[in-house]
């Protein structure tokens, strides 16, 4: 299998698909509760929760959305717009997959995207359309060269990267 960093080094397509799974824990949305400085209690407190029609307490809608962001940084995507549809909760414990796929691309790798993160019963959690810059002939040099070198950024399908160092 080729890694998507790997993909975007020989260059992105329109009907490219990447796709991820991930399983959030509570001390991950703990740490990102710090990190956003989102406390609402609907992703802490249970009786919360429950006034909003969730069974528990929710992981933030943005971390689940993060998965995006990860394959998004794989390929070398840079994001000009996201517009995100939440469309139901994803519990701790939860294990989501996000799915991409590139919709179109012009001239000047100005690109499009449709990202769908689905629960494992199939149930769809989140829809989003994506703009961006996909890398072009230099970005992908680049990326060939940091790929040759080891590339310690290179966190191919949801392995976790090496810290870098200054």
Same mark, same amino acid.
């Given at each position: 299998?080729? @890694?998507?960093?790997?993909?975007?080094?020989?260059?992105?397509?329109?009907? /490219? @698909?990447? %796709?991820? @799974?991930?399983?959030? %824990?509570? /001390?991950?949305?703990?740490?990102?509760? =710090? #990190? $956003? =400085?989102?406390?609402?209690?609907?992703?802490?407190?249970?009786?919360?929760? %429950?006034? %909003?029609?969730?069974?528990?307490?929710? &992981?933030?809608?943005?971390? $689940?959305? $993060?998965?995006?962001? !990860?394959?998004?940084?794989?390929?070398?995507?840079?994001? $000009?717009?996201?517009?995100? =549809?939440?469309?139901?909760?994803?519990?701790?414990? !939860?294990?989501?997959? &996000?799915?991409?796929?590139?919709?179109?691309? /012009?001239?000047?790798?100005?690109?499009?995207?449709?990202?769908?993160?689905?629960? !494992? +019963?199939?149930?769809?959690?989140?829809?989003?359309?994506?703009?961006? #810059?996909?890398?072009?002939? !230099?970005? =992908?040099?680049?990326?060939?060269?940091?790929? @040759?070198?080891?590339?310690?950024? +290179?966190?191919?399908?949801?392995e976790k990267t090496k810290?870098?160092?200054?």
């Amino acid at each position: 299998m080729v @890694s998507f960093r790997k993909r975007a080094a020989e260059g992105l397509q329109v009907g /490219d @698909s990447f %796709k991820i @799974s991930r399983t959030f %824990k509570d /001390d991950e949305i703990n740490l990102f509760a =710090r #990190i $956003s =400085r989102d406390y609402n209690p609907v992703h802490f407190d249970a009786r919360f929760a %429950k006034t %909003k029609n969730f069974s528990a307490p929710i &992981c933030h809608g943005l971390l $689940s959305a $993060s998965l995006v962001t !990860e394959i998004g940084g794989q390929i070398g995507w840079l994001a $000009s717009g996201i517009n995100f =549809r939440f469309k139901g909760p994803v519990y701790p414990g !939860e294990t989501i997959t &996000c799915t991409w796929l590139i919709t179109a691309i /012009d001239q000047n790798n100005r690109a499009k995207a449709f990202v769908t993160i689905t629960k !494992e +019963n199939g149930v769809t959690v989140l829809e989003a359309e994506i703009t961006g #810059i996909i890398p072009g002939i !230099e970005e =992908r040099k680049v990326l060939n060269q940091m790929l @040759s070198e080891g590339d310690p950024t +290179n966190g191919l399908t949801g392995e976790k990267t090496k810290p870098l160092t200054p």
